[in-house]
């Protein structure tokens, strides 16, 4: 399995446009320098089937693996690893049916749930939120104390996630953490591009000083 620094910056799309359009926001993430892509589609994922190759190309070219939120076997078939919710497959089943080197996040909300999928075998967890979204409104806040406790209480590398952007996440430095998760710090207005790109240079003064 590949390290931790893979992590440090990764991007969640907004769900936003056609599939077309959202290949072309994964492409400026990608060349800004995200080191990570999560399609996050609550809509019907067979439409990006028809993009997942050049997606693919796209994060392969960097070395940025692809996860799929969700959708399992379509994760299994497409994509570098699959990200599940609270209320998704469960980490052990989807480990069964996974070829070696899938990679498994999971979100963990308590400090119960990450130990629970830390036991399960995930390879990270998304926890959170820790600030205001605008992506999920009505996402439950979580402090940045509470951060630190799941830290302690689990080893497996842990990327924050809630309304991270570039004014708010020099506050997650000290909490352990491997990287962040960002959807509209990125994808959310301006130069995509240069939103990764501002991003990943604070991302990289903040979590390289621990990897």
Request: glycine share 12%.
């Amino acid at each position: 399995m590949r390290g931790t620094d893979w992590l440090r910056l990764y991007a969640v799309t907004d769900g936003k446009g056609t599939p077309e359009e959202q290949v072309e926001k994964i492409r400026k993430a990608v060349a800004g320098g995200v080191t990570a892509v999560q399609i996050r589609e609550k809509g019907d994922i067979s439409a990006f089937l028809p993009y997942m190759a050049e997606i693919r190309e796209i994060c392969g070219s960097r070395g940025v693996p692809l996860i799929i939120n969700d959708y399992v076997s379509f994760a299994l078939e497409n994509a570098d690893g699959v990200h599940l919710g609270a209320e998704d497959e469960g980490v052990e089943e989807t480990m069964r049916r996974a070829p070696k080197g899938f990679i498994i996040g999971a979100t963990a909300k308590t400090v119960k749930a990450a130990i629970r999928a830390q036991e399960a075998g995930a390879d990270y967890l998304g926890v959170g939120a820790m600030f205001p979204s605008v992506t999920k409104s009505d996402a439950e806040r979580m402090t940045i104390d509470y951060l630190k406790l799941i830290r302690r209480y689990v080893t497996v590398p842990i990327v924050a996630i809630g309304g991270i952007n570039i004014d708010n996440v020099r506050k997650l430095e000290g909490t352990g953490v491997e990287g962040v998760a960002v959807c509209d710090g990125i994808f959310g207005g301006g130069d995509i591009e240069k939103n990764a790109a501002s991003l990943r240079k604070v991302c990289d003064e903040i979590f390289g000083k621990q990897n």
